[in-house]
């Protein structure tokens, strides 16, 4: 009985526990909800699966970082930076290609980027080096840009990460801004909290 045991430990998962096994990796899904989506795809979406699988091995071999802002893209030079009508001398710092797609969607911005891909964060290994420091401090360094703006997010990681940039980029001479904070459109004083209201007021402006 005792080998029988041992034998089953290290049987290989069968192809739809491997499956649910992969799902795990996505953000937010656990074993229940991974096991959902496996049996939901076998049972009722064998071509979405197939589809799927597609895609993703795809997206693996051609997705790389822009050489310029290290954002994805399938070309050397994404087409943000290629494009002529992009301000070269603004270059907006941002966590992650999603942030780059947020700043994007508001139409309020037309400089080029530069995709961190993460912040500083010591206790998860997460470094300058990480964050590709040193391609930031070459991009920035170029003649065309005369403001770099920190887009991180409002984060004690965030504020962490872009506090170090800007002492990094302090020496290259360029004008250094970090993206204004305060109250939510719509909302009202007594439900803001104490940090917001301290930054409203801070960040306050002529009207």
């Known amino acids: 009985m005792a080998s029988r045991r ?20 996505l953000p937010g899904v656990g ?4 096991q959902r989506m496996a049996l ?13 699988a597609q895609a993703l091995a795809h997206a693996a071999s051609a997705i790389r970082h822009c050489e310029r802002c290290n954002t994805f893209t399938e070309e050397a030079v994404c087409a943000l930076c290629r494009s002529g009508k992009r301000d070269p001398a603004l270059l907006c710092v941002v966590e992650t290609p999603a942030d780059l797609l947020m700043v994007e969607h508001t139409q309020a911005y037309a400089g080029l980027y530069f ?8 206790l998860d290994g ?11 401090l070459k991009r920035a360094g170029d003649d065309s840009v005369r403001e770099v ?3 991180t997010n ?25 993206l204004a904070r305060g109250l939510p459109v719509g909302g009202d004083l007594e439900y803001a909290d104490q940090n917001t209201l301290l930054r409203a ?4 402006s002529e009207i």
């Open 6 to 25: 041992t034998s089953s430990v290290h049987e290989p998962l069968s192809s739809l526990d491997g499956l649910a096994q992969a799902l795990r990796c």
């Open 31 to 34: 074993p229940k909800a991974a």
């Open 40 to 52: 939901h795809l076998m049972q009722h979406d064998r071509d979405g699966a197939r589809s799927l």
């Open 115 to 122: 995709v961190l891909m993460g912040r500083l964060s010591p």
């Open 126 to 136: 997460i470094g300058p080096k990480e964050i590709r420091l040193d391609r930031l």
């Open 149 to 151: 703006i920190l887009a």
């Open 154 to 178: 409002p984060s004690m990681e965030g504020d962490a990460t872009a506090l170090y940039l800007r002492q990094q980029l302090a020496p290259l001479g360029v004008r250094i801004t970090r």
């Open 201 to 204: 007021l801070a960040g306050r």
